[in-house]
């Protein structure tokens, strides 16, 4: 029978940031995530876990993986999704953010992920909604990326299995990147003991909210021994001025045959995509074995409906 | 109240379901109880038919109430059920509603040409139209309480808990 004595009750309200997530629920999140990759080899690839309710997929950036995977995660789960495009919404008409977001709960949306170019808008949002409405943040400007750190993190697992030995390399446009900063919280949490930043000096950040991370400029010193190494995307729609150009990057900072060879012998490859072949990674790197990035397409589904599940779930037992 | 040793219910369900069992039978246990008593029919059973587990948490239909527990044995079933008969295993029959969960589940795997239940102990009080095949035990004397079925150390035996935890 279900319920074991010993219950632990964690509550998840909305993910808009990794930090401040517990250890024991991150962990908790890949467990289920597991299952969900079980449930995602068979015939019926659903389960009925969100049967009746809506998510509604607010993405005021573009995207198309973070949107596509979130919604191919509600519908395994069994939701009705609704895709927003905001461009020829009501949002060009003027009406603020705030009154159609109530819009849609008055017809009845239970999950909203949200996208948003300005960091804050998905924080924003929770805290001016119906407390029985869950939010997700999928993406705030340069600040957060949960699911995706989550997702790589969990990556990682996969591979690794144990965090506390490992030495992650992430690599390119930091300053700019929601990634790199979800990645460096999530892995802290989960005990990595060594987080090295690489990429130009002026793309590498002072200060991690406090987290020890080693900075370094040039590959052949930051990949040396790696067993980890995450490649971020030229964020050029974030940055004024100051772009390197493709080639100078490239040259710098693009991860080719010769690089890998400096990490470790069986290091994974990781990239949030969508990659730039030729300015952060060689073509061929992309395709090696050694390349887990379309293991992390999978298992970012099977992460965001564990997410899912345990916003909509009372609490989560073990 | 004292309920029977439980190997002894584990006896009587070998004899009932040996004479069931042909080429196309798999047994499937509804953890954690179910596949305690699983791995007992196997030792008796052997390895020539199919054995799987069905973890009906996503299935409940308390997920309102109770949310949503990640079990260290999930779904396990390796082997394809389309036309097969299906022998569902679990320890106690109560409401009726966890078997309601794993049927559901278990069509999701395919079509299975029959599923029937087995239990140890039928409590006799479903709350739905759903009653055990096989039941080697009937009581329902206890009533504010779950009946579990746990090992401790290769010894199996019932504990009682409050309907509170």
Do not use: W
Not at chain 1, 130 to 145: E, L, P, Q, T
Not at chain 1, 221 to 239: C, F
Request: aromatic fraction near 6%; glycine fraction near 6%; include cysteine.
């Amino acid at each position: 029978m279900n319920n074991s004595p010993s219950k632990k009750i964690i509550n998840l309200q909305h993910l808009l940031e990794i930090e401040g997530l517990s250890k024991d629920l991150i962990i908790k999140v890949f467990d289920m995530a597991e299952t969900f990759l079980k449930t995602s080899q068979r015939d019926v690839r659903n389960v009925p876990i969100l049967r009746g309710k809506t998510v509604c997929n607010l993405f005021f950036e573009n995207s198309t993986r973070t949107r596509t995977t979130f919604e191919i995660a509600a519908k395994r789960l069994s939701a009705d999704v609704i895709n927003l495009d905001i461009s020829s919404s009501s949002q060009s008409k003027g009406e603020s953010i705030i009154d159609m977001v109530n819009n849609l709960i008055a017809m009845s949306a239970d999950i909203f992920v949200i996208r948003h170019s300005k960091p804050g808008i998905p924080k924003f949002i929770a805290d001016n909604i119906d407390k029985s409405v869950h939010v997700i943040n999928a993406g705030d400007g340069n600040n957060a990326h949960p699911t995706q750190g989550l997702l790589d993190a969990f990556t990682i697992r996969k591979y690794k299995k144990k965090f506390t030995k490992l030495k992650v390399a992430i690599v390119g446009d930091i300053l700019h990147s929601r990634v790199a900063r979800s990645e460096i919280q999530a892995l802290s949490i989960l005990g990595v003991p060594e987080i090295r930043l690489v990429g130009p000096e002026e793309l590498i950040p002072k200060d991690i909210g406090g987290i020890k991370v080693k900075p370094y400029f040039t590959m052949e010193e930051g990949l040396k021994d790696v067993d980890v190494i995450m490649m971020l995307r030229l964020q050029k729609e974030r940055m004024d001025g100051g772009i390197p150009t493709k080639e100078e990057y490239f040259k710098n900072f693009g991860l080719n045959k010769k690089l890998v060879k400096i990490a470790k012998k069986d290091a994974i490859i990781m990239h949030p995509g969508p990659i730039n072949r030729g300015v952060e990674i060689e073509s061929e790197v992309a395709d090696s074995k050694q390349s887990v990035i379309l293991s992390q397409v999978t298992y970012g589904i099977a992460i965001r409906m564990a997410i899912m599940t345990m916003l909509i779930g009372k609490n989560i037992s073990n | 109240m004292l309920l029977p040793n439980p190997q002894d219910l584990i006896g009587l369900m070998h004899n009932h379901i040996i004479k069931e069992i042909d080429d196309d039978t798999c047994l499937i246990g509804i953890p954690s109880g179910g596949e305690i008593i699983l791995e007992e029919l196997k030792k008796k059973i052997g390895n020539t038919i199919n054995y799987g587990l069905i973890d009906t948490s996503y299935y409940r239909d308390d997920l309102d109430i109770s949310g949503v527990s990640v079990k260290e044995k999930t779904t396990s079933i390796d082997f394809n059920i389309n036309g097969k008969k299906v022998i569902l295993i679990d320890d106690v029959f109560y409401t009726g509603r966890t078997v309601r969960a794993a049927i559901n589940e278990l069509f999701d795997f395919g079509r299975p040409k029959k599923i029937s239940l087995y239990v140890l102990i039928d409590r006799q009080e479903n709350e739905l139209p759903i009653k055990p095949d096989f039941s080697a035990h009937k009581t329902n004397e206890i009533k504010s309480e779950y009946i579990d079925l746990i090992k401790n150390k290769k010894e199996l035996r019932f504990k009682i808990r409050p309907l509170s935890e």
